[in-house]
T-cell receptor, first 113, second 111 residues
Framework: AQSVTQPDIHITVSEGASLELRCNYS??????LFWYVQSPGQGLQLLLK??????LVQGIKGFEAEFKRSQSSFNLRKPSVHWSDAAEYFC???????????FGKGTLLTVNP | DGGITQSPKYLFRKEGQNVTLSCEQN?????MYWYRQDPGQGLRLIYY???????QKGDIAEGYSVSREKKESFPLTVTSAQKNPTAFYLC??????????FGDGTRLSIL
């Protein structure tokens, strides 16, 4: 069975600083990988996804993620964080024909002015 | 605009009562999912359905039931057997390509 680990429960960065959120997955074959963002009391919004091909994936809101098979990682990055990026971020892995997703426990991002 | 509608946004349950959460989608997706979210726990899959009139248990199905009589609708019933129902419930749907789209959630609390 697949699993996802997000090692950082809470990260605080200053506005304008760079950001990297870590995600490690466990799955025997090539997975489908996703990053979602959630504002308080809201549903999840897709930031980006990796299915195959180029291992550097561009998403919305200036985010990108890199799939590293050798490290079983799919870290999310942004070169300059804005106050509106404060939210909770979830990494997810999908596999198989039923497209079930397994989510990490999330990383809460706080942005200081 | 296409999307997923969950209702109500807030719901309260009394002891021994069953409550039903609504999820409707107009994205023409075959697959639909119900997740439970608790603080610090991420999302956990309750039930999913890949086609009308068929559904499978997820990781935490005990105390919950679902139906899938129409492609657009996937209601979730939280039964009295679910002893700790207070949580945020999220519904999602997906196309065969696998990207899941989420509703805005229902927050269930106990009176």
């Amino acid at each position: 069975a697949q699993s996802v680990t997000q090692p950082d429960i809470h990260i605080t960065v200053s506005e304008g600083a760079s950001l990297e959120l870590r995600c490690n997955y466990s799955y025997g074959a090539t997975p489908y990988l996703f990053w979602y963002v959630q504002s308080p009391g809201q549903g999840l919004q897709l930031l980006l996804k990796y299915f195959s091909g180029d291992t550097l994936v561009q998403g919305i809101k200036g985010f990108e993620a890199e799939f590293k098979r050798s490290q079983s990682s799919f870290n999310l990055r942004k070169p300059s964080v804005h106050w509106s990026d404060a939210a909770e971020y979830f990494c997810a892995v999908g596999a198989g024909s039923n497209y079930k997703l397994t989510f990490g426990k999330g990383t809460l991002l706080t942005v200081n002015p | 605009d296409g999307g997923i509608t969950q209702s109500p946004k807030y719901l309260f349950r009394k002891e021994g009562q069953n409550v039903t959460l609504s999820c409707e989608q107009n994205l023409n997706h075959d697959a639909m999912y119900w997740y439970r979210q608790d603080p610090g726990q991420g999302l956990r899959l309750i039930y999913y359905s890949q086609i009308v009139n068929d559904f499978q248990k997820g990781d935490i199905a005990e105390g919950y039931s679902v139906s899938r009589e129409k492609k657009e609708s996937f209601p979730l019933t939280v039964t009295s057997a679910q002893k700790n129902p207070t949580a945020f419930y999220l519904c999602a749907s997906s196309s065969p390509a696998g990207t899941q789209h989420f509703g805005d959630g229902t927050r269930l609390s106990i009176l």
